[in-house]
């Protein structure tokens, strides 16, 4: 399992996440490879650690340490030991899919492990450095990915126009109760939206039309109840890529321009096709 | 044996924003004409026989849960988890092949005011716990690929297990960090079986739950030879 940031411990353990070992770290140096198509990803990569105390407990083999991946999506969960530093994981057969978490975790491997690194923060008692099988002497960050095909669907997949002679001029209203997010618009600008979008100024597009939808997108998914909508999911996919959190705290208009690559940058293209 | 086909994008859009104006197609009428045309029949590189889903039981009993969910699994046995996470897939065969038991497990007898809402729960995955929990026939499939992980050489047996009460699956398997932790989910699964007082009682296998989300909480059990791991549920269960 995924030792997350929030887990306590009554003993030190060496990690990002707290000061028990003062300087030392821990960590997996990572790289990803996946055929989204075939539903392959390979994992390889190796760890550092820099504590002697763990390096010895790892080489006399009372500690083992492995990776951990974690696909809640696929229901899919491994810890895979490791022999040396180095480490190449293959899942060939669609194992991982969504919000994908890779972690290096160092366990107790015997009864009565002495933790005995000089860097363990003096507040802990002796009676605390002893561990038993399966207890945690050190784990890394937690390093996610999107696995799967949705973080590379457009974005304008997302969207629908729709003509509504309700609105006014030059107005659109974004609706969000459908699979796909719907800007309605009047006849005449659904017909100029239409036309633009076959031409080469359809990038303007994106500023104008699409960057305040997807703030309100975002707007949306602060709270539940789209969860099931294909949008949802699209953009939800988009943003675990991009390590966007949507919460209360988030910058709609960052996320946004995020998500489209920052829109306002084509602006400058656009001006100079017009000018030549 | 046949490709497995899904849906468009188009056509999944087209039937999830529409539900209220296919309710007689989901009651009755169906589908079939609708499928002649369109994007209904996108091949995927995975050979399926779906004629099993002909067999499948309407009935709501843990027995006809066990024997549909052997069904499923043995006709998609190709389908990989990252594709059964494709609601596409899933819309294909609830509006199309498996429409039959779909409507008559999840449809039947239920009200006017309800049904478009049970149709949006089971006929379309949309989300993850929707495509484990709700739709007609993904929960069959994850049903049944979840017992084989736990038990491949007889995932009927692990089945009768996990659905014996709607506790014990909802403990095991839609709290996906116990579940997939899969050598404790094994053991949870040998204690469960020759304990039948644990399997039967729904307070005393949840007190077992809560005795081993506390303690197997931030601990890395995972490389615990098979015996420890006994060890440890039964000092839960106790």
Known sequence: MLIRPTTAFAHPVLSPHTDDYGDRTFDILLEIEESPEAGEVVLSGHYVLDDGDVTELIRSRQATVGIVVESLETYFQTFVPLSGTLFTLEFKRGELRGRVGIQAVVAATEDGVALRSPHIASDYPAHTKSLQPGQIVAASSIHWFEAGLDKLLPMESIFRLIANEEMGDGMFQVGLDTEAIQIEVNRKLYDTIYGIRGSSMRDILLPSLFLPAVMNALDAMRTSGSEGLRWHRVIEARCSNEGITIDANTDLAWAAQRLLEGPLGLLGTLFKEEDR | ?238
Request: proline share 3%; net charge negative.
């Open chain 2, 1 to 238: 044996m046949s490709k497995l086909l899904y849906v468009g994008q188009q056509t999944a859009d087209f039937l999830s924003d529409n539900i209220e104006e296919h309710l007689d197609r989901y009651r009755e009428a169906g589908f079939e004409d609708l499928e002649s045309s369109g994007d209904w029949r996108i091949p995927l590189s995975v050979e399926v026989d779906l004629t099993p889903l002909e067999d499948l039981i309407a009935d709501n009993g843990r027995d006809a849960e066990v024997r549909n969910s052997m069904l499923v699994g043995h006709a998609l046995a190709s389908l990989t988890p990252s594709l059964a996470r494709e609601n596409r897939v899933w819309i294909r065969l609830s509006h199309i092949e498996g429409i039959a038991y779909a409507r008559e497990r999840w449809l039947h007898n239920v009200s006017q005011e309800k049904i478009a809402q049970a149709i949006r729960i089971h006929f379309f995955a949309s989300t993850w716990t929707q495509c484990r929990d709700d739709h007609a026939l993904s929960r069959l499939w994850w049903n049944h690929h979840i017992a084989s992980s736990i038990q491949p050489d007889d995932p009927e047996r692990a089945l009768r297990l996990i659905l014996s009460t709607a506790d014990i699956r909802s403990n095991l398997i839609e709290r996906a960090r116990v579940g997939t932790r899969l050598p404790l989910a094994k053991a949870i699964v040998r204690r469960l079986e020759r304990d039948a007082q644990l399997a039967a009682s729904e307070s005393a296998f949840r007190n077992f739950m809560k005795a081993l989300n506390i303690r197997a909480a931030g601990a890395q059990l995972e490389i615990w030879d098979e015996e420890r791991m006994d060890r440890f549920i039964a000092q839960c269960v106790e």
